[in-house]
C-alpha cells in the first residue's frame, strides 16, 4: 500500500511538477496558489468596495489556469480529424471565466462568442512569435487556412444562434412542444424526449377553475340557464379563460390564439367535458393537433344548489 | 430539470448543412478545376471559400429578415422548420416555392461571383500591369479583351458549377423527404 502510494505520488510529480519555467506546468501552479490565497481572503457577500482581493486573485487564478489549459493543449494536442480541439476547449474555460458568473443573457453570450474566442486563440500562434512579436502571416496558404478557420467558426455561430431562435420559438408558442417533430429538417429531439403537454394541460386547468368559480352557489336553474348560455356563446367563457393565463404570464397571451376551447355537455346530468385543441403549427395540417381535456360532474343535491366535481388528471391525447 | 428534458437541439440542421456543403464543395471544385484550370487543390480551397462565404451570407440574411416578416410568414417558417409542413398557406405555396429558390440561387450566386472576384485578386497571381506602350496600343485592347472573356468565362464556370451543385442538393433534398430513417 505504501509502495502503491509513492509509485502514484511519483509518477503524479513527473506530470504535474514543473521541470523548467518556461512549461505548462508553471502557470498552473500558479493559479493554484492564486486560488489558494483567495481562499485565504474573505468574500464578503455585499462589498463595500467595487474591487475585493478575492475576487483579484481569484481572477488571477481563471487566467492561469485558461493560459495553462492553452499550452498543456498545445503541447498535447486532441486531434479530431487532423484539427488540434486545444483552442475550442481553451475558448470554453476562458468564456465560462468571462460570462459564467451572469444570468441567462450572459450565457447566450458565452455561447456565441465561444467559437469567436477558440478562433482568435487558434490563429494566434500565426499572428504571434517570441523573437519578433506581433505580426501578419505572409504565406498564402496560411493566410486561406485562416480565412476558412474564421468562416467555419462564424458557420458554428451561426448555428448557435440558430439553436437559440428555436428555444425562444418553444418559449413564445408552447403548444408546439405538445407535438412530435420527427419529420423535421432541422431539429432533433433529445432521445428521452416525449411531447410536452404542459400548455394544453394549463388551459384545461384554468378552464376548470373558471368553471367551478362560475358554478357556484348557483341554483338548478341557473346553472342550467348558464350552461345553455355557454352553449350558445362560447366566447364569453373563452375570453376569460384566457385573461386568467395571460395574468398567470405576466400579461403574455403566448399561443393563445391557436387553442380552441370547447365545452361539451352530455349525460347523466350535468357532465361537463372541458377541451383544448391545439390548432397552431402541427405535422398534419388538415387534422387536429394534441387535445387535453377533463370532465366535470355537477350535481344538485338536496339543497337544490350546485356542487361540482372534477377530475384531478386531465387526459392527454396526442395528436394523429 | 424539466426544462432539459424537452431540449431541443437542431442537430439536424448541422448534419444537412454540413452535408449538403460537402456535395456542394465537391461539385463545385471539380467544375472549377475544369473550366478555369485552376489546380485540383486549388479548386477545393476556392470552392470551400466560397461555398462558406455564401452560407454566411444566407445566415446572416435569414437572421436580419426574419424579424421583420409578417407574422404569418414568421409562423409558416416556424412550421416548417418543426414539422416540415407551412401552415395555413394553402394555394400560394407553389408559387412562393419558386419565388424564394430562385432569390436563393440568385444571391448565392451573386455573392459567389463577388467573393470569386475578391479571392482572386487576394490570392491569384498578381498580374503585370500593363504597358502603355504606343506600339502595343493594338495589343493592349487585345489584353483588354481578354480579360474581358476571362471574366465571362469564370462567370460561366461558376454558373454552371451553382447550378449543378443546387440541383445534386435537391435531388438530396428529395429523397430525403421520401426516407423515413433520419
Known amino acids: 500500500m505504501k509502495s502503491f502510494v509513492i509509485s502514484f505520488w511519483k509518477s ?30 474573505t468574500n464578503p457577500a455585499d462589498t463595500t468596495v467595487p474591487v475585493t482581493a ?41 468564456c465560462l471565466f468571462l460570462f459564467g458568473r451572469g444570468d441567462a443573457p450572459m450565457a447566450r453570450t458565452a455561447l456565441l462568442t465561444w467559437p469567436l ?3 482568435a486563440i487558434a490563429a494566434f500562434p500565426d ?17 486561406q487556412d485562416l480565412i476558412v478557420l474564421a468562416l467555419v ?11 437559440l431562435n428555436i428555444q425562444d420559438w418553444m418559449a413564445e408558442y408552447p403548444g408546439v412542444r405538445g407535438e412530435q417533430f420527427e419529420q423535421s429538417l432541422f431539429v432533433q429531439p433529445s432521445p428521452s424526449r416525449t411531447e410536452d403537454f404542459s400548455r394544453g394541460t394549463s388551459i384545461v386547468e384554468a378552464m376548470r377553475g373558471e368553471l367551478v368559480k362560475e358554478s357556484v352557489g348557483l341554483t338548478k336553474p341557473q346553472m342550467e340557464r348558464w350552461l345553455f348560455d355557454n352553449q350558445r356563446n362560447p366566447q364569453i367563457f373563452s375570453d376569460a379563460v384566457m385573461g386568467l393565463l395571460a395574468q398567470a404570464n405576466n400579461g403574455r397571451r403566448l399561443d393563445q390564439k391557436f387553442w380552441r376551447l370547447e365545452t361539451i355537455v352530455g349525460e347523466p346530468e350535468y357532465r361537463v367535458t372541458l377541451r383544448a385543441i391545439w390548432r397552431g403549427p402541427r405535422p398534419k395540417t388538415d387534422i387536429d393537433g394534441h387535445v387535453v381535456q377533463s370532465t366535470c360532474q355537477i350535481t344538485f343535491g338536496t339543497t337544490n344548489l350546485s356542487q361540482i366535481d372534477c377530475d384531478e388528471e386531465a387526459q392527454v391525447f396526442p395528436a394523429g | 430539470m424539466g426544462e432539459l428534458q424537452y431540449l431541443v437541439l437542431p442537430l ?9 456543403l460537402l456535395v456542394a464543395i465537391a461539385i463545385e471544385a471539380f467544375v472549377l478545376h475544369n473550366r478555369l484550370g485552376i489546380s485540383k487543390r486549388g479548386g477545393v480551397r476556392y470552392s470551400l471559400t466560397l461555398n462558406l462565404i455564401s452560407t454566411l451570407v444566407g445566415w446572416l440574411l435569414f437572421f436580419t429578415v426574419e424579424p421583420f416578416l409578417s407574422n404569418a410568414l414568421q409562423l409558416n417558417i416556424m412550421s416548417y422548420i418543426f414539422f416540415n409542413e407551412t401552415y395555413q398557406l394553402g394555394s400560394s405555396l407553389p408559387s412562393l416555392t419558386v419565388v424564394g429558390v430562385f432569390l436563393i440561387f440568385s444571391v448565392t450566386f451573386f455573392v ?14 498578381p498580374q503585370q500591369p500593363p504597358k502603355y506602350d504606343s506600339s502595343e496600343r493594338k495589343q493592349n485592347r487585345l489584353v483588354r479583351y481578354k480579360s474581358s472573356w476571362t471574366a465571362r468565362l469564370r462567370s460561366s464556370a461558376l454558373l454552371r458549377a451553382n447550378a449543378l451543385s443546387y440541383g445534386a442538393i435537391a435531388l438530396l433534398l428529395f429523397v430525403l423527404r421520401r426516407t423515413t430513417f433520419l
Do not use: C, D
Open chain 1, 12 to 41: 503524479f510529480w513527473e506530470f504535474l511538477g514543473p521541470k523548467e519555467f518556461y512549461a505548462w506546468q508553471t502557470p498552473l501552479w500558479l493559479s493554484i496558489l492564486a486560488w489558494g490565497l483567495s481562499q485565504l481572503t
Open chain 1, 54 to 94: 478575492h475576487a483579484i486573485l481569484t481572477s488571477f487564478s481563471w487566467a492561469f489556469l485558461v493560459i495553462a489549459t492553452g499550452w498543456f493543449t498545445t503541447v498535447n494536442p486532441v486531434r479530431l480529424l487532423g484539427q488540434n480541439l486545444g483552442p475550442w476547449i481553451t475558448g470554453a474555460l476562458l
Open chain 1, 117 to 119: 474566442i477558440s478562433a
Open chain 1, 127 to 143: 499572428f504571434f512569435r517570441v523573437e519578433s512579436g506581433f505580426q501578419v502571416p505572409k504565406r498564402l496558404q496560411t493566410r
Open chain 1, 153 to 163: 467558426n462564424l458557420l458554428l455561430t451561426s448555428w448557435i444562434l440558430f439553436g
Open chain 2, 12 to 20: 439536424r440542421t448541422f448534419a444537412l448543412q454540413g452535408l449538403f
Open chain 2, 112 to 125: 459567389e461571383s463577388q467573393a470569386m472576384n475578391l479571392l482572386l485578386r487576394m490570392w491569384g497571381t
